[in-house]
């Protein structure tokens, strides 16, 4: 149940683009306890159904609270096609839910008990960087794998520096022979649960 931390430095062997979506609610009012819960399990019923069918796309995920009124999911999608895609599908939970809340607002049903909320970020390479000391998978990494630090630099300046192959590119040199990359890719399983 619990993960096992990864000694030492880690970073994301995150190659390519990266597409994260923080998705969450906020409680208006508390005294509305018929209205919340709704929401909140309508949420965790969209995590088990992507958890359930990988192929649409999520990678991993990590469950928040920012205050005792607002939850939200950070969600790190395969792409943003996909994310696309499991957003506007017919046979998706979020489709039916979606549909049910904006039949509510055009019959002027909703009282504002509980706020919606979505930010959505595609990030090119380059534009993103992480480091892990001492931690299980988490993040970024819980999404794309773990490798140590030195494959993407000890520095932030290094690591936002790093292009792969995937771009088209050559993958700059990190100092450390591939056959370690590769390996330390394969030492942390893609995926899993991040929310420890």
Same mark, same amino acid.
């Given at each position: 149940?619990?993960?096992?931390?990864?000694?030492?430095?880690?970073?994301?062997?995150?190659?390519?683009?990266?597409?994260?979506?923080?998705?969450?609610?906020?409680?208006?009012?508390?005294?509305?306890?018929?209205?919340?819960?709704?929401?909140?399990?309508?949420?965790?019923?969209?995590?088990?159904?992507?958890?359930?069918?990988?192929?649409?796309?999520?990678?991993?995920?990590?469950?928040?609270?920012?205050?005792?009124?607002?939850?939200?999911?950070?969600?790190?999608?395969?792409?943003?096609?996909?994310?696309?895609?499991?957003?506007?599908?017919?046979?998706?939970?979020?489709?039916?839910?979606?549909?049910?809340?904006?039949?509510?607002?055009?019959?002027?049903?909703?009282?504002?008990?509980? =706020? /919606?909320?979505?930010?959505?970020?595609?990030? &090119?390479?380059? +534009?993103?960087?992480?480091?892990?000391? !001492?931690?299980? $998978? #988490? =993040? /970024?990494?819980?999404?794309?794998?773990?490798? &140590?630090?030195? +494959?993407?630099?000890?520095?932030?300046? !290094?690591?936002? $520096? #790093?292009?792969?192959?995937?771009?088209?590119?050559?993958?700059?040199?990190? +100092?450390?022979?591939?056959?370690?990359?590769?390996?330390?890719?394969?030492?942390?399983?893609?995926?899993?649960?991040?929310?420890?």
């Amino acid at each position: 149940m619990f993960a096992k931390p990864t000694p030492g430095y880690t970073t994301a062997a995150t190659e390519g683009d990266t597409v994260v979506l923080l998705i969450g609610m906020r409680i208006n009012h508390f005294w509305a306890v018929h209205q919340w819960p709704a929401v909140m399990y309508a949420m965790l019923r969209m995590l088990r159904e992507l958890a359930k069918q990988p192929e649409r796309g999520l990678k991993s995920r990590v469950l928040l609270t920012a205050s005792p009124r607002t939850y939200y999911v950070v969600q790190y999608w395969e792409s943003k096609e996909k994310l696309y895609r499991y957003a506007s599908a017919p046979d998706g939970f979020h489709h039916t839910v979606w549909g049910i809340a904006n039949r509510k607002q055009k019959a002027g049903r909703l009282r504002q008990h509980v =706020g /919606l909320w979505h930010e959505a970020y595609i990030v &090119p390479e380059g +534009g993103y960087e992480a480091v892990y000391f !001492d931690m299980p $998978a #988490f =993040g /970024l990494a819980a999404a794309h794998g773990v490798l &140590p630090v030195e +494959g993407r630099g000890r520095r932030a300046a !290094d690591r936002l $520096a #790093f292009r792969s192959t995937a771009r088209g590119g050559a993958a700059e040199d990190t +100092g450390i022979p591939e056959t370690e990359v590769s390996t330390a890719k394969e030492a942390v399983p893609v995926g899993g649960d991040s929310a420890d």
